[in-house]
């Protein structure tokens, strides 16, 4: 299983970023995908998740400002983040079946 994150940036307060995460190697189809983020000096965090029905969960920290969707016939998962906030800044990372990407880093500008 290989995953391949995408679409982090540099972002003005208030911005707007859309990363996507690639699965390959596997069938994901019944399997949640799972976003976390790491803010530089801080634990690694859960955000968000989707399951394979589509149902979407997220942390009070992004609820509201973050949505979810995937695209199960391309193996892949888009989190669109909007009202990003320097809080926000952080290496953003999507897990499935237990495997982590590399990481995407999002930065967000005051």
């Known amino acids: 299983v290989q995953l391949q994150a995408s679409g982090g940036g540099l972002v003005q307060d208030g911005g707007s970023l859309r990363l996507s995460c690639a699965a390959s190697g596997s069938s994901f189809g019944s399997d949640a995908w799972v976003w976390f983020r790491q803010a530089p000096g801080k634990q690694r965090e859960w955000i968000a998740s989707?399951?394979?029905?589509?149902?979407?969960n997220f942390a009070d920290s992004v609820q509201g400002r973050f949505s979810l969707s995937r695209d199960n016939s391309k193996n892949l998962v888009y989190l669109q983040m909007n009202g990003l906030k320097p809080e926000d800044t952080a290496v953003y990372y999507c897990?499935?079946?237990?495997?982590w990407g590399q990481g995407t880093l999002v930065t967000v500008s005051s």
């Open positions: 897990n499935i079946k237990g495997r």
């Open positions: 989707i399951t394979s029905l589509g149902t979407t």
